[in-house]
């Protein structure tokens, strides 16, 4: 996971993929200003739509119409070796309406799925109702949770290093996730997995570096 937010501004642009129920429409941009979310509409106007200091990652869902990003609320405390804290946050582009998914906690001796430290790198599946997000569930892995934009529980998914959506093709909707995994009697590796939204195995995919474009590339 990465350290708290370092200020220097990063582009994030989410595609869109289409399906016969959805109806296709231009996709602005999300960036980080000084840790504010900037918001870049398809005809090149731009606004901030926050102004906090410690907003970051933000990710644009497939419809265009909402943003999720993280807030710091506490930096790395190095002197108990514990995780930043952030939120995890949802903003809707037509009334500007900010609203906390997640709250982030310090931290502790919980299980691995049950740890809300360090939120981040939160990513919209194909429908733009549900939010991916990952946190620092233990030493060797991270783990990916799930929530709602309309509110509600969060819940864990599976362990996981990088996380990405299949947004077209035969696995439309599953995960794609570096797993580190321990191989029997031979040390461990760390191959992208296919997963189903509830976290369960479909296969392993490998150590490829277009693993996600292979995958939606397979078509029923």
Same mark, same amino acid.
């Given at each position: 996971m990465k350290p708290a937010f370092s200020?220097?501004?990063? %582009?994030?642009?989410?595609? +869109?993929? $289409? &399906?016969? $129920?959805?109806?296709?429409?231009?996709?602005?941009?999300?960036?980080?200003? *000084? =840790?504010?979310?900037? @918001?870049?509409?398809? =005809?090149g106007a731009t606004e901030a739509l926050t102004e906090t200091g410690a907003d970051d990652a933000p990710? %644009?869902?497939? !419809?265009g119409d909402t943003i999720a990003f993280t807030r710091l609320t506490r930096g790395v405390d190095e002197a108990h070796d514990s995780p930043a804290v952030r939120d995890l946050w949802v903003i809707h582009l037509k009334d500007h309406?900010?609203? &906390?998914?997640? !709250?982030?906690?310090?931290q502790?001796? *919980?299980?691995? *799925?049950?740890?809300?430290a360090d939120i981040d790198q939160p990513i919209? $599946?194909?429908? #733009?109702? !549900?939010? @991916? +997000?990952?946190t620092a569930a233990s030493a060797s892995s991270a783990a990916v949770h799930a929530v709602s934009t309309a509110g509600g529980p969060q819940?864990?998914?599976?362990? #996981?290093?990088?996380?990405?959506?299949?947004?077209? #093709?035969? @696995?439309?909707?599953?995960?794609?996730?570096?797993?580190? &995994?321990?191989?029997s009697g031979h040390g461990s590796w760390d191959p992208e997995v296919l997963v189903s939204p509830a976290g369960k195995t479909i296969k392993?995919?490998?150590e490829d570096a277009n693993a996600l474009g292979s995958v939606e590339s397979e078509r029923n």
């Open positions: 200020g220097i501004a990063a %582009l994030c642009c989410v595609a +869109f993929a $289409s &399906r016969a $129920s959805w109806a296709a429409a231009p996709l602005g941009a999300v960036a980080v200003q *000084e =840790g504010n979310i900037v @918001y870049t509409a398809p =005809g990710a %644009l869902s497939p !419809t309406k900010a609203i &906390r998914l997640v !709250t982030g906690k310090p502790g001796n *919980e299980k691995p *799925e049950r740890v809300l919209f $599946s194909p429908d #733009g109702a !549900t939010v @991916y +997000f990952l819940r864990y998914v599976t362990d #996981g290093n990088m996380l990405s959506v299949v947004n077209k #093709g035969k @696995y439309l909707g599953s995960l794609l996730v570096a797993q580190h &995994r321990v191989m392993v995919v490998g």
